[in-house]
């Protein structure tokens, strides 16, 4: 996501009613949402340059970091998160840090704060663990 503070309490709701909607179709459904959260101080928007782009030209939306991932990083985290069935939340739940610029240089995955680290349960390897560790005990005799 880019936009960050704007799009903040339309992000939160959207993606708390997205594991609504899993589990009303079956409760032992696993609800999971990877969150990707552009920590780039500035980012080319197709929405911004729809017309041919030199450099030139180049509209370059641009975003307060660390802060504007920070506020959004402590936003995502408010989100549900159930730790048994016939609960509300997400069952896992990961987010991931990025710094792409959209104008053809790299992407790399931030490791420098607000991203997660090891220790946070929204880690993405914590975020993997947790849904191979549910789909082994909810659906052990399949």
């Known amino acids: 996501m880019t936009a960050h503070v704007k799009a903040l309490p339309r992000l939160h709701d959207e993606l708390d009613s997205s594991h609504q909607t899993i589990h009303g179709d079956t409760d032992a459904a696993i609800a ?3 969150i990707t959260i552009n920590a780039s101080s500035h980012f ?3 929405s911004n340059n729809k017309h041919l782009v030199t450099p030139e030209s180049m509209v370059w939306n641009k975003e307060p970091q ?4 920070e506020r959004t990083v ?3 985290r408010e989100i549900r998160r159930r730790s048994a069935p016939g609960t509300q939340g997400f069952d896992a739940m990961g987010i991931v840090l990025i710094d792409f610029k959209n104008d053809g240089s790299p ?3 931030s490791t420098e704060p607000p991203a997660p680290t090891t220790s ?3 880690h993405y390897a ?3 663990g ?3 560790t549910l789909y082994a005990s909810r659906f052990a005799g399949f």
């Open 32 to 34: 999971a949402a990877l």
């Open 126 to 128: 914590n975020m993997i």
């Open 44 to 46: 080319l928007s197709t």
């Open 66 to 69: 660390p802060k504007a991932a």
């Open 120 to 122: 946070d349960g929204d």
């Open 107 to 109: 992407c790399h995955i």
């Open 74 to 76: 402590a936003k995502m």
């Open 130 to 132: 947790r849904i191979s």
